[in-house]
């Protein structure tokens, strides 16, 4: 997991309780490392993560 602010690690948390939610704000604000750790800490409890978003160039396939 990559470092995270106590902000961060709320939405992390939300994400792992099951709790809907959507991750927005201005450029620079660690949306992209929220979205890392969230998706890490899921997949590393087995569970399934579907990530949609708006422009394609936001999905890189791995």
Known sequence: ??????SQQV???A???GSSFVVQGPPG???SQTIVNM???L???GKSVLLV???ETAL???
């Open 11 to 13: 939405v992390i948390e």
């Open 29 to 31: 604000t660690g949306k």
């Open 15 to 17: 994400a792992k309780s």
């Open 53 to 55: 978003a708006e422009k």
């Open 43 to 45: 997949i590393g409890d």
């Open 60 to 62: 890189i396939p791995i």
């Open 1 to 6: 997991m990559l470092d995270a602010d106590s």
């Open 39 to 41: 998706i890490a800490e």
